[in-house]
Nanobody, 117 residues
């Protein structure tokens, strides 16, 4: 059973940067496709980025956010630069086995990111 714990969320001004971390236990991140999702108040949860054999980003964050993985620390990161108020959301880490086509089946509890204008 993979357990994911996010950290790094904070209140930051527009234009600032944050790095979110997702620490995994019970599984090795290199064996999983790891992803970040976010959910803003009153909105549906949306995909932000994933990393497996390659990386992929939502158009809204492309060029500003970078997902990375540290296998030695069994941790996935989301570096967020040039933050905008519309990036305000709870950010969730998710995982599914590499090659799986079903929905992500492991989720963290989320970390709050608030971007002030």
């Amino acid at each position: 059973q993979v357990q994911l714990v996010e950290s790094g969320g904070a209140l930051v001004q527009a234009g600032g940067s944050l790095r979110l971390s997702c620490a995994a236990s019970g599984g090795t991140v290199s064996f999983y496709t790891m992803a970040w999702f976010r959910q803003a108040p009153g909105k549906a949860r949306e995909f932000v980025a994933h990393i497996g054999g390659s990386t992929s980003y939502a158009d809204s964050v492309k060029g500003r956010f970078t997902i990375s993985r540290d296998n030695a620390k069994n941790t996935v990161y989301l570096q967020m630069n040039s933050l905008k108020p519309e990036d305000t959301a709870v950010y969730y880490c998710a995982a599914r086995p590499r090659g799986a086509t079903y929905d992500y089946n492991y989720w963290g509890r989320g970390t709050q990111v608030t971007v002030s204008s």
